[in-house]
């Protein structure tokens, strides 16, 4: 069993930064894929972020192309904390975002994720 819980999102304006963590429990976190997905109001849950292991020593970061260039994901396992550093935020960037925490290939399948935070609202205003 995991449990994550959401923190650092917030009001901020177009162009700014935010830097959202997760922290969770369990004692295998280094062996999950940790992902972030967001949903805006009206809109379907979509994929932001994944951290995964890819060797040993090695982890591998994938992301929307919404998001590329401007988002970065990371990872802390001796904290057992994942976070989203956000820069050049946009309007369209305006959703709840979630943490998730899962094992399985794909890293942008929502259904793969067996656990998930409560969320944080993020606004970027024009």
């Known amino acids: 069993q995991v449990q994550l819980v959401e923190s650092g999102g917030g009001l901020v304006q177009a162009g700014g930064s935010l830097r959202l963590s997760c922290a969770a429990s369990g004692r295998t976190f280094s062996s999950y894929v940790m992902g972030w997905f967001r949903q805006a109001p009206g809109k379907e849950r979509e994929f932001v972020a994944a951290i995964r292991r890819s060797n040993p020593n090695t982890y591998y970061a994938a992301y929307a192309d919404s998001v590329k260039g401007r988002f970065t994901i990371s990872r802390d396992n001796a904290k057992n904390t994942v976070s989203l550093q956000m820069n050049s935020l946009k309007p369209e960037d305006t959703a709840v975002y979630y943490c998730?925490?899962?094992?399985?290939?794909?890293?942008?399948?929502?259904?793969?994720?067996?656990?998930w935070g409560q969320g944080t609202q993020v606004t970027v205003s024009s």
């Open positions: 998730a925490a899962g094992q399985g290939p794909k890293n942008d399948y929502a259904p793969m994720y067996d656990y």
